[in-house]
């Protein structure tokens, strides 16, 4: 698991409220990896509360488990009750917060609670429900952070565009008659990012030259990139991960809908892949990794992609990625491989290739 910060604002925050939770249990919604799960753990299990989680990312749902929390990951599991206080950590992504909350009605929370980063959401959140007359109350701001108290029956009272239910999965039509399977907190949601289109174009031209036939796809997202490779060259044989449950799901009804198959594992970059790569490493990896957690630049995901990709090729195989021009790639894969090469290029994005 990758190492996390407890200086995030939101930890911060979290803890600064933890003295008044001690009488309830407590169930945290959407909550990211970078919090004190360990120091959660301590402190309900000495106030003798229950804590519980459900997330849609993987790294928080395994620190999780890792601290004897009770944990639901959204692709696998939904709690069946919520005792005590609710707590939705509001996501960057107005519309996947919006579908956590419709998430909330059938299971009746007593108290609901919402926090976030002032510049993340929250703020428009709280005028959102505002406007909708909703009864609404702020508890505490600090360290660029809000705490916001909702009474849950005024959900009702919400215009929330995302689909309902369990299955908000949305089909578009995608790059060479695919159809894409999405959904609100997946990257590029409903459409085909520069960077993506790039690459796919750069296969497009050198794709029958590649060798092998095992490919492994990092931050899968809808599953874009692997399905196009499998749908020009059904030979291959795919590997997707990401972090995101939701990107999980979408990625599974995206070769479902095009009658394509791989496994789709939930994993950090490499960590969650490793008993499932195959003898000799993989043929080709995939990706056009994230470079933001939250509102804030993050080379982290993409620096482990990188430098620990070589660990999981096989002699010969390769390493495709997309990213921005500005992004400071070149030196780690200068770092990691010996060489490269630069086999497309915009204004704005790069396609690198590196062989191992």
Same mark, same amino acid.
């Given at each position: 698991?990758?190492?996390?910060?407890?200086?995030?604002?939101?930890?911060?925050?979290?803890?600064?409220?933890?003295?008044? =939770?001690?009488?309830?249990?407590?169930?945290? +919604?959407?909550?990211?990896?970078?919090?004190? =799960?360990?120091?959660?753990?301590?402190?309900?299990?000495?106030?003798?509360?229950?804590?519980?989680?459900?997330?849609?990312? =993987?790294? #928080?749902?395994?620190?999780?488990?890792?601290?004897?929390?009770?944990?639901?990951?959204?692709?696998?599991?939904? @709690?069946?009750?919520?005792?005590?206080?609710?707590?939705?950590?509001?996501?960057?992504?107005?519309?996947?917060?919006?579908? =956590?909350?419709?998430?909330?009605?059938?299971?009746?929370?007593?108290?609901?609670?919402?926090?976030?980063?002032?510049?993340?959401?929250?703020?428009?959140?709280?005028?959102?429900?505002?406007?909708?007359?909703?009864?609404?109350? %702020?508890?505490?701001?600090?360290?660029?952070?809000?705490?916001?108290?909702?009474?849950?029956?005024?959900?009702?009272?919400?215009?929330?565009?995302?689909?309902?239910?369990?299955?908000?999965?949305?089909?578009?039509?995608?790059?060479?008659?695919?159809?894409?399977?999405?959904?609100?907190?997946?990257?590029?949601?409903?459409?085909?990012?520069?960077?993506?289109?790039?690459?796919?174009?750069?296969? %497009?031209?050198?794709?029958?030259?590649?060798?092998?036939?095992?490919?492994?796809?990092?931050?899968?997202?809808?599953?874009?990139?692997? #399905?196009?490779?499998? %749908?020009?060259?059904?030979?291959?044989?795919?590997?997707?991960?990401?972090?995101?449950?939701?990107?999980?799901?979408?990625?599974?009804?995206?070769?479902?809908?095009?009658?394509?198959?791989?496994?789709?594992? @939930?994993?950090?970059?490499?960590?969650?892949?490793?008993?499932?790569?195959?003898?000799?490493?993989?043929?080709?990896?995939?990706?056009? @990794?994230?470079?933001?957690?939250? %509102?804030?630049?993050?080379?982290?995901?993409?620096?482990?992609? +990188?430098?620990?990709?070589?660990?999981?090729?096989?002699?010969?195989?390769?390493?495709?990625?997309?990213?921005?021009?500005?992004? @400071?790639?070149?030196?780690?894969?200068?770092?990691?491989?010996?060489?490269?090469?630069?086999?497309?290029?915009?204004?704005?994005?790069?396609?690198?290739?590196? +062989?191992?």
């Amino acid at each position: 698991m990758s190492s996390t910060s407890f200086d995030s604002p939101l930890n911060q925050f979290l803890f600064r409220q933890l003295a008044q =939770w001690q009488d309830q249990p407590l169930n945290l +919604i959407a909550a990211p990896a970078a919090l004190d =799960w360990l120091g959660l753990a301590r402190f309900f299990s000495q106030h003798r509360q229950p804590l519980q989680s459900w997330t849609a990312d =993987w790294r #928080a749902h395994q620190l999780a488990l890792q601290a004897g929390i009770t944990s639901h990951f959204v692709s696998d599991t939904t @709690p069946t009750q919520l005792p005590g206080r609710t707590l939705v950590c509001w996501p960057k992504s107005r519309e996947e917060g919006e579908w =956590w909350l419709q998430q909330l009605p059938t299971l009746q929370p007593a108290t609901l609670l919402l926090a976030g980063e002032t510049q993340g959401g929250i703020k428009a959140l709280a005028k959102q429900l505002q406007d909708r007359e909703c009864r609404i109350a %702020k508890l505490d701001s600090a360290r660029r952070c809000a705490l916001w108290q909702l009474q849950p029956d005024d959900l009702n009272l919400l215009d929330l565009k995302t689909a309902s239910g369990t299955n908000p999965l949305h089909y578009w039509p995608g790059p060479a008659d695919l159809q894409l399977a999405s959904q609100p907190g997946v990257f590029s949601h409903g459409r085909v990012d520069e960077g993506s289109a790039l690459l796919l174009e750069t296969l %497009k031209e050198h794709h029958s030259q590649l060798q092998g036939n095992q490919l492994l796809d990092v931050g899968c997202g809808c599953g874009l990139l692997g #399905a196009w490779l499998l %749908k020009h060259q059904p030979h291959w044989q795919l590997t997707a991960v990401d972090v995101s449950g939701f990107a999980l799901a979408a990625t599974r009804a995206t070769l479902q809908a095009n009658q394509l198959s791989g496994q789709v594992l @939930p994993a950090d970059v490499f960590q969650g892949v490793e008993s499932h790569t195959p003898a000799g490493g993989f043929d080709l990896l995939l990706s056009n @990794p994230p470079f933001h957690t939250g %509102k804030a630049t993050d080379y982290g995901p993409a620096r482990r992609l +990188i430098l620990e990709a070589p660990a999981h090729l096989r002699k010969g195989g390769q390493l495709w990625l997309v990213a921005n021009r500005f992004l @400071p790639y070149p030196d780690l894969l200068q770092q990691a491989f010996g060489s490269f090469n630069i086999l497309a290029e915009t204004g704005k994005f790069r396609v690198y290739q590196a +062989i191992r």
